[in-house]
């Protein structure tokens, strides 16, 4: 069984840790890991693994090594979450309470120790932030688009004879194993992608949105090729999330005025590179930092990615 599908492992790497405390010679003192000038324990990551790995339900247990990779690759997420936070550093990222306060009560009821960052949520929450601010920064620093490099994606796209529009709906689910199962209980009629939405998703998900068939990211296009109406794809991973998608109608492009191809195509293409600028941003970050996993101070067998 491929690691990876017992467990979702997010790209933009959000996800919930927390800080031990305790004495001195506790597991909150071993450092598993350096990333640039910071440190991560083992409580932290033992933490994070406990947080995100999924119980056992089979009667068999997963294989050593394949846990192992699962492991591995969690270990993987919370450094790259570090170096996307450092970069926020480098770029003097903050966020307010007040900002923090009204992201985490679009979810559950706010905190309710007297320390806001007591609350796991709100940690979890400043980070998201910080990273979400890093990105925006990003994207506000891109040149403005150029008129010609409109009419030069307007060009590419007529060349192009698939640009269709259709309906879509999306359900984000919380990582592999659950969206396997829920996409095999809809193709078998178990339950509706109506019914999946509400027992697995909340208020924002589910409507049906138009939408272009280029402007949709590749792996989601490769999901939905040949898809009838009324049809779900098999999981999709993005940006560390697992989607199900519903093809709810496909529709005939009318022939569009200038001004309206314009405008879509400007959408798209500022759409394209802010992408592409937060993928650089990226990469740029993780080669302008060192990390070194401390293989002897893991509680697990580290196996390096692409071999598990």
Not at 210 to 227: F, H, I, T, Y
């Amino acid at each position: 069984m491929n690691a990876q599908r017992r467990t979702a492992v997010p790209v933009m790497l959000w996800l919930l840790l927390v800080t031990g405390c305790g004495g001195p010679s506790g597991p909150e003192q071993i450092i598993v890991a350096e990333v640039g000038d910071g440190r991560i324990t083992r409580v932290e990551l033992e933490y994070y693994l406990e947080s995100n790995l999924l119980q056992e339900t089979d009667d068999e247990p997963l294989p050593a090594n394949e846990m192992n990779a699962i492991r591995s690759r969690l270990l993987d997420a919370l450094v790259e979450e570090r170096i996307l936070l450092a970069e926020a550093d480098r770029h003097g990222i903050q966020v307010t309470d007040i900002e923090i306060g009204a992201y985490v009560a679009q979810g559950e009821p706010g905190p309710t120790e007297k320390t806001p960052d007591a609350d796991p949520r709100w940690r979890a929450a400043r980070r998201r932030l910080r990273i979400e601010k890093l990105q925006a920064k990003i994207a506000l620093e891109l040149p403005p688009i150029e008129d010609r490099e409109v009419l030069e994606f307007m060009d590419r796209q007529i060349e192009q004879p698939d640009d269709r529009e259709l309906v879509l709906r999306a359900l984000m689910l919380a990582d592999r194993e659950v969206a396997d199962r829920v996409h095999r209980d809809i193709t078998r009629n178990r339950i509706t992608f109506a019914e999946a939405v509400v027992a697995h998703g909340d208020t924002t998900q589910g409507f049906p949105t138009q939408v272009s068939w280029l402007s949709l990211p590749e792996e989601v296009r490769e999901a939905l090729d040949g898809k009838k109406p009324g049809r779900v794809s098999d999981p999709v991973e993005m940006l560390g999330s697992i989607y199900l998608f519903q093809v709810d109608s496909w529709l005939d492009s009318p022939p569009r005025a200038d001004g309206e191809r314009a405008r879509r195509a400007l959408r798209e293409l500022d759409d394209l590179r802010h992408r592409s600028a937060v993928e650089e941003l990226l990469e740029d970050a993780r080669r302008r930092t060192r990390v070194r996993i401390l293989h002897r101070n893991l509680p697990f067998a580290y196996v390096p990615a692409g071999q598990g």
